[in-house]
């Protein structure tokens, strides 16, 4: 199994529920280095390398982060 580091929102989250669903399907452990709900925290974590971090729709179009996955919108 591969493991990911990833900055994902607290829970509940419906974003988070379906990352987690996807990733438990693929044979994928997230591991979840920090919950923040803050937008700018997820984008510098996945800027710096150390952890991927999920946009939403619409998130995507505000910034093009390397390490971050944007769902179409």
Same mark, same amino acid.
């Given at each position: 199994?591969? @493991?990911?580091? +990833?900055? /994902? &929102?607290? $829970? *509940?989250?419906? /974003? $988070?529920?379906?990352? =987690?669903?996807?990733?438990?399907?693929?044979?994928?452990? /997230?591991? @979840?280095?920090?919950?923040? =709900?803050?937008? @700018? +925290? &997820? $984008?510098?974590?996945?800027?710096?390398?150390?952890?991927?971090? /999920?946009?939403?729709? !619409?998130?995507? $179009?505000? @910034?093009? +982060?390397?390490?971050?996955?944007?769902? *179409? !919108?």
């Amino acid at each position: 199994m591969q @493991t990911t580091n +990833v900055a /994902l &929102q607290g $829970r *509940p989250n419906r /974003l $988070r529920a379906m990352l =987690d669903n996807e990733a438990r399907h693929a044979g994928t452990i /997230l591991r @979840t280095i920090i919950e923040a =709900d803050s937008l @700018t +925290v &997820q $984008r510098e974590l996945a800027a710096s390398g150390r952890a991927y971090a /999920l946009l939403g729709p !619409g998130r995507s $179009r505000q @910034t093009s +982060v390397r390490g971050a996955w944007a769902l *179409p !919108g």
